[in-house]
């Protein structure tokens, strides 16, 4: 997508020029295979270099080769593979967004979700910090107008939104990082080694730890079946109702206020009013499904330790008839 801005070399006089060349503004150069390359081309080559080859296949040497031309050539449209780069990281936060929910909770896992899928496609993207310029890029603005959308009906002040939009995207790109992370050394758990840490635990070492590695929750073997919770829709749970108790206003029991004389304006309130409850009842119902998923997953961890506990008991009942016997 082209982002060019109708500018004079004046106007943007001062600006950065990796920023600059981002949106479109920066002078191409006087010298140089003008026809064939720019820097959109360039980035879309070393984008298809590290996603079939990684991230330290992109060389300013490989890519030029792509084209045909000299590494001297590329350097006359990015400077430095450093700044392409970034603007390769810019090229692919949120590939394809589809944020229409009228509900902002819906609406914010949308958005997290499409940030999810594009680190998926490029995983390569998480070994590139993101920098002060990078923020400042067409992709970085796009994602922030989206996630500004996806929270236009969260009552709550701009600075405020755009605070939750930086913790969602830190757990976005954490639990990406941590997932690429698992999966390159295989994720599977080995029989034996959970069956070592099950017996560890059940010495008492690790108490509270104990649950969840008796259900196999800690290796992955529950609680991701089809359509069920993942570890980034856990956090969005946890954090969903905290933004909702601190911000959003229209779930503060406050009182209505007084009528509007103007029609058009009551109907403006009363639409208003209406899209509140609206969403605040899906989210109550969603809520209330994520609940009973989570009270289905406690009956059946209590139904196995307790199993676990009767099995234990007859043990040791039959391991006490037998020192009495003998």
Same mark, same amino acid.
């Given at each position: 997508?082209?982002?060019?801005?109708? #500018?004079?070399?004046?106007?943007?006089?001062?600006?950065?020029?990796?920023?600059? #060349?981002? $949106?479109?503004?920066?002078?191409?150069?006087?010298?140089?295979?003008?026809?064939?390359? =720019?820097?959109?081309?360039?980035?879309?080559? *070393?984008?298809?270099? /590290?996603?079939?080859? +990684?991230?330290? *296949?992109?060389?300013?040497?490989?890519v030029a080769k792509t084209f045909g031309f000299t590494t001297m050539a590329l350097y006359r449209y990015v400077s430095s593979k450093d700044d392409l780069h970034q603007l390769m990281?810019?090229?692919?936060?949120?590939?394809?967004?589809?944020?229409?929910?009228?509900? $902002?909770?819906?609406?914010?896992?949308? $958005?997290?979700?499409?940030?999810?899928?594009?680190?998926?496609?490029?995983? $390569?993207?998480? @070994?590139?910090?993101?920098?002060?310029?990078?923020?400042?890029?067409?992709?970085?603005?796009?994602?922030? @107008?989206?996630? #500004?959308?996806?929270?236009?009906?969260?009552?709550?002040?701009?600075? *405020?939104?755009?605070?939750?939009?930086? *913790?969602?995207?830190?757990?976005?790109?954490?639990?990406?990082?941590? +997932?690429?992370?698992? =999966?390159?050394?295989?994720?599977?758990?080995?029989?034996?080694?959970?069956?070592?840490?099950?017996?560890?635990?059940?010495?008492?070492?690790?108490?509270?730890?104990?649950?969840?590695?008796? =259900? +196999?929750?800690?290796?992955?073997?529950?609680?991701?079946?089809?359509? +069920?919770?993942?570890?980034?829709?856990?956090?969005?749970?946890?954090? #969903?109702?905290?933004?909702?108790?601190?911000?959003?206003?229209? =779930?503060?029991?406050?009182?209505?206020?007084?009528?509007?004389?103007?029609?058009?304006?009551?109907?403006?309130?009363?639409?208003?009013?209406?899209?509140?409850?609206?969403?605040?009842?899906?989210?109550?119902?969603?809520?209330?499904?994520?609940?009973?998923?989570?009270?289905?997953?406690?009956?059946?961890?209590?139904?196995?330790?307790?199993?676990?506990?009767?099995?234990? /008991?007859?043990?040791?009942?039959?391991?006490?008839?037998?020192?009495?016997?003998?």
């Amino acid at each position: 997508m082209s982002y060019a801005v109708r #500018m004079s070399e004046e106007q943007h006089d001062g600006v950065s020029r990796l920023v600059a #060349m981002a $949106w479109g503004v920066a002078t191409a150069p006087q010298r140089g295979p003008r026809r064939e390359l =720019s820097h959109e081309r360039i980035v879309e080559a *070393a984008i298809a270099i /590290a996603d079939a080859e +990684g991230l330290a *296949a992109v060389t300013m040497q490989r890519v030029a080769k792509t084209f045909g031309f000299t590494t001297m050539a590329l350097y006359r449209y990015v400077s430095s593979k450093d700044d392409l780069h970034q603007l390769m990281l810019d090229a692919v936060v949120g590939d394809d967004w589809a944020v229409e929910d009228e509900d $902002w909770r819906t609406g914010l896992e949308q $958005w997290a979700r499409t940030i999810a899928a594009g680190y998926a496609r490029h995983p $390569w993207a998480l @070994d590139l910090p993101l920098s002060s310029e990078t923020l400042l890029m067409p992709g970085q603005v796009h994602a922030v @107008d989206q996630g #500004m959308r996806a929270l236009r009906t969260l009552t709550a002040p701009p600075e *405020a939104k755009l605070g939750v939009l930086m *913790a969602v995207a830190v757990q976005v790109r954490g639990f990406a990082a941590l +997932g690429r992370d698992v =999966s390159g050394d295989g994720g599977a758990v080995a029989e034996p080694t959970r069956r070592l840490l099950r017996e560890i635990v059940a010495q008492g070492r690790f108490p509270d730890a104990r649950a969840v590695i008796d =259900s +196999g929750l800690f290796f992955g073997e529950a609680g991701l079946e089809a359509g +069920g919770d993942d570890d980034l829709g856990v956090a969005l749970q946890l954090l #969903m109702p905290g933004i909702e108790a601190v911000l959003d206003g229209s =779930s503060t029991g406050a009182a209505p206020p007084a009528p509007l004389d103007d029609p058009a304006a009551r109907l403006t309130a009363a639409q208003e009013e209406l899209a509140a409850v609206t969403a605040l009842r899906k989210a109550t119902q969603r809520r209330v499904r994520e609940l009973e998923k989570r009270e289905d997953r406690a009956r059946r961890a209590r139904d196995e330790a307790r199993a676990a506990a009767k099995a234990a /008991a007859r043990a040791a009942a039959r391991a006490d008839g037998s020192s009495l016997g003998s």
